[in-house]
């Protein structure tokens, strides 16, 4: 295949101490990152110095479940709510895109639309909606449902919800406010349009109270795995983050989703794929392992056994066993499961059930020097595994500044990322088009 | 009566262009400050230089109305979304009260505890909600619904749901997250509490996401007038801003409110009372009186008589009408209504169509010198008719920076305004106390 000539797409992932679940026990992670502007305020700005894409941030409308007694050894309890902590970054950075998580299961459409319109005219343009549709079932309970949202449900929920945002996002044209002074019209009454959406989920009528954004339509942003994920990240999404961690499986992810765009009459270059990606850095191979383990050895069991139990089901019962012996004898999940995968890892590879745990806990690592970060990265990016990635940082605040100072330079060296942002809106930096206005523009699909 | 020992308390209101209806046409007013966030920070900035206390930003989920006609002659049909605004705001201020808008009638109280626990986390203490029950009946088109939530309703669901919202902020005792590195242990789950709320309108289980607010709860914000709505504020309010243009009236709702305070149960010192006032500042009173009428000239007749069909109600037609004449024989309103008071204003003064309108658009006015306006600040503080003034600018920048310069000087000269910010949080300025936890203090009360 020829060399590319586009450049990586690179997010980064905001997580309180660090995407390492036990990351904020570890003496360089900072502890109360969650409650400390300052140190998201740092992160930004060393992506923003870093040139990197977007900043980018998960989301649950509650906790991540009730098992306390594991999630009390997390920092994943109490966060920044997503809109709000951007708006605030939005104010103190000027390059970076800001992608803020939404579900469409527990949330209003014209809320969405606006907030994130808002959030566009903030930052002039650098506004992203990850769309997601809630994996976690305790957010049924908090708005006043018994069960989650079934999950085709919530797919086909999601696309109406994506289809009445989008259309309130087209209120306005670009050039409907006019404020002329002399004749004292501020808005030219022909270039506003009311949606009157009415369906199976949404009756919205609109108009937005928000002008158009800078970007026409803030960035939609998805990470669809399953076949309802994929069909609507095809049919929505510009960014999709990915979650393979090896090459050919994350080929054929690749392949199969630009294939759905195009299929939906979508350029295939306009939709980029993000694999999540885990960086243990350091200046030695050996110390770079030596620092992965650190993390991995502060684990602590009870969180193990309940990552395994949210894998395996809770109907497997691991109290009582020993946890360097095997897993005990475990009927196996419906065919192509997790479950299933994860059973054929343990006996595969004859492991422990700690090390199991450990396996499940420490994600998709790259763990080298920069230059073998660089090197795998190009190798990704080259084999059209991806266009990017969205880079979860181990630990922070020193993670991110070691990647920006070791390893974007590589990069750039190699021509594999940017000397300096292409644009001023996150829409031109990922080389994304600016969507028309359904109402106003001649060719421009809704 | 004796002197007070206490202070005024003083918000800024936040619109576009500024207050008057008509600001953006005149040449001291920013035209297109509704998408400018540096316009929102200049306001912000020069209000701490003021040492006031808060700004405040009014809200409707949708357009003012749908007379286009009349809207288009304002710049109030698009402006940032609330949250996001305040939230960016409270990235480049440090010491002002942030007091954010949003509707009990469209909201779902986990969505509302969350993001206000957030920004007061990223304000470091600062931040307040407004709350309103909607008035502006569009609104329900945009969420479903053929028409408006009826009065009543909208009180009873709006009282259920602050109780849930405070019920949230109370999920994390103070000290709930210990982060103990050596032990793993993040957070003590003993200082964890489950609300497990059910009730008529909302069944919210809770714990929220998010750590308990620095200041225990963000600041409670209200507006009522109605019945409904002074029940409501003198039960959960801490800031009341009231309407009042006259001081014995204004006199009447302060003891009405202190004294509902106090049936509740409350300190009614710990209830702030703030008439909206809307101050046209000049060297002289001629040159102010003339500033006035400048901007009242620029309001064009078809947002005039819109203004009178929005009060008088829609069955008036005014079209056809001299503007110049009297108002044409019109029936009376209810008994006490808002009608039929403009109704006896426009015949007890003999005001002609256009004259009423004009008196309507002009709000509050207070118009003089700086010294007029300190004057009548003190009289109406002395008086017990407010315990402050929520100012509404007449126009953006240029009237907030005279107010700051010229007005407050005077007031700290008088000893009725604070010389430095007294604490760090919106509480400690406006002497309230921080609320004790419901679950975990003895004596606090839900």
């Known amino acids: 295949m ?14 309180n101490s660090g995407h390492h679940v036990a990351a904020w026990r570890h003496p360089l992670a900072q502890a109360d990152a969650s ?45 920044f709510e997503p809109l709000t902590l951007m708006a605030a970054l939005a104010a103190v950075t000027e390059h970076i895109g800001l992608i ?12 969405i639309a606006r907030k994130f319109a808002s959030l566009d005219h903030l930052s002039k343009g650098r506004a992203a909606w990850n769309v997601v549709t809630s994996v976690v ?3 049924a309970w908090n708005f006043g449902r018994e069960q989650h949202v079934e999950h085709g449900d919530r797919y086909q929920r999601a696309e109406e919800f994506v289809e009445v945002v989008k259309g309130l996002w087209d209120s306005w044209d670009d050039d409907a406010f006019v404020r002329d002074k002399d004749s004292g019209v501020y808005f030219d009454v022909q270039r506003l349009h009311t949606l009157n ?22 960035v939609l942003v998805q990470a669809g795995a399953s076949e309802a994920g994929r069909t609507l990240a095809a049919r929505i999404a510009e960014v999709i983050f990915a979650s393979s961690s090896e090459v050919p499986a994350a080929q ?27 960086p243990f850095i350091a200046d030695t191979r050996e110390q770079a392992q030596a620092l992965f383990e650190e993390f991995q050895a502060l684990i602590d069991p009870v969180l193990g056994l309940r990552l395994l139990a949210d894998t395996l089901g809770d109907d497997i019962d691991l109290s009582g ?10 009927p196996a999940g419906q065919r192509g499961s997790r479950r299933d995968k994860v059973l054929e890892l343990a006996r595969s590879e004859n492991l422990s059930i700690r090390q199991l745990y450990l396996r499940l806990a420490g994600g998709n690592p790259v763990i080298g020097t920069a230059e073998d970060v660089a090197d795998t990265f190009e190798a990704w990016f080259e084999a059209r595994a991806c266009d990017g990635f969205n880079v979860f940082f181990p630990y922070f605040p020193g993670a991110i500044d070691t990647f920006v100072d070791q390893v974007i330079p590589l990069l750039q060296q190699r021509g594999l990322f940017r000397l300096n942002y292409e644009g001023q809106t996150l829409r031109e930096n990922l080389g994304l088009p600016r969507p028309g206005n359904r109402f106003s523009d001649v060719g421009a699909r809704p």
């Open 2 to 15: 020829p060399r590319r000539t586009d450049q990586l797409k690179l997010g980064a992932f905001l997580a």
């Open 35 to 79: 409650q400390d502007f300052e140190h998201f305020k740092h992160i930004a700005e060393t992506a923003e110095r870093g040139k990197l894409d977007a900043l980018f941030i998960a989301d649950v409308v509650g906790l991540w479940g009730h098992h306390y007694d594991a999630l009390s050894r997390t920092a994943r309890a109490e966060h």
């Open 100 to 111: 803020a998580t939404a579900t469409t299961t527990y949330n209003e459409p014209y809320h």
């Open 137 to 139: 079932s305790d957010e």
């Open 197 to 218: 959406h009415r369906g199976e989920h949404f009756s919205v009528r609109g108009p937005l109270n928000v002008a158009r954004a800078p970007q026409g339509h803030p």
């Open 252 to 278: 054929a992810f690749y392949r199969d989703i630009k294939q759905r765009a195009a299929a939906f009459g979508r350029d295939p270059d306009t939709v980029k794929i993000l694999p999540g990606v885990t």
């Open 321 to 330: 066993h020993d946890l360097d012996g095997p897993l005990p004898p475990t």
